[in-house]
């Protein structure tokens, strides 16, 4: 198993299941998140995070080459999800996934496999990702809604292929858009490592309301 489920958050009972793919740095804030979830939404919601044992690896849709530091990406995201996808089993329930950075990828491409998650939630999503912009061309994502963000200096950045997030996410909207889906692209202030939990939250909470 490339996963451990970590302690839910919210509603145990909710009809509403949010489900994240997080890190030691994601469980930091993951408190706060579920707080804020709380203060920008009336909707019950059950906040499950999964913390996955190698980042790279487990949340990667193929292979590629490391894009920083010297640790290529994996292609354990299917096994990841397969595990994912035995926690949704109640069709009563309504599931959304999210995440943030390579998480927000992995909900995204998750939302591409399955039917199973009404909405995406994703949060400065790699949308760098070697390869994604052509899946997402070639594909269907089976969710209602996709909540896009980016901070507004995470593209001005040295790293070539890094530095192609916001054509890329820009690109993912309008495409999104054009196929019916019900999409948002919001702008946060500063770069990639500022307040990854209230980005998420925003997220989630969006992904919420589109319910109602």
Known sequence: MNYELITEYGDPGAENVLIQMVDDHDLEGIESEAAEIKRLTDADFCLTAI??????KDLSPWQAPAVFGNEDFGSGAKDTLAGVLGHTDDRSRTYYIGGYSLAGL???WAAY?????????????????????DYMKENTIHAESVYLSLGNKEEKTRNPVMASVGSRIREAASMLA???IDTVLEWNEGN???DADI??????????????
């Open 51 to 56: 913390k996955v044992r190698d980042w790279n």
């Open 178 to 180: 054009e196929q019916g």
């Open 106 to 108: 992995f909900a995204l």
């Open 199 to 212: 980005r998420t939250a925003k997220a989630f909470a969006w992904v919420l309301e589109r319910k109602k």
């Open 192 to 194: 990639h490592f500022r």
């Open 113 to 133: 496999q399955t039917d199973v998650f009404r909405g995406v939630a994703a949060a400065s999503p790699s949308v760098w990702f070697p390869g994604f912009a």
